[in-house]
């Protein structure tokens, strides 16, 4: 019982880690430069800092 559900959140922060991985902006751009919309809403500065702790944060729950 408790195993599954270890297996269960490993694999849902596997995959919300490879979606975060993927909007973060790379130095080629990254995908993050399709979502200019939350750029102009939150700036780009606190943007970048959300998706760098979210990072940080699924990291350590992984």
Same mark, same amino acid.
């Given at each position: &019982? $408790?195993?599954? %559900?270890? /297996?269960? #959140?490993?694999? $849902?922060?596997?995959? #919300? &880690?490879?979606?975060? /991985? %993927?909007? *973060? +902006?790379s @130095?080629?751009?990254? #995908?993050?430069? *399709?979502f =200019?919309? =939350?750029?102009? $809403? &939150?700036? /780009?500065r @606190?943007?970048?800092? /959300?998706v +760098? @702790?979210?990072?940080?944060? %699924?990291? $350590?729950?992984?």
């Amino acid at each position: &019982m $408790i195993y599954t %559900l270890f /297996v269960v #959140l490993i694999c $849902i922060a596997a995959v #919300l &880690m490879i979606a975060i /991985v %993927l909007i *973060q +902006e790379s @130095k080629g751009g990254g #995908l993050s430069s *399709q979502f =200019s919309s =939350s750029n102009s $809403i &939150m700036g /780009v500065r @606190k943007t970048t800092d /959300v998706v +760098e @702790k979210t990072t940080w944060g %699924l990291a $350590i729950a992984w």
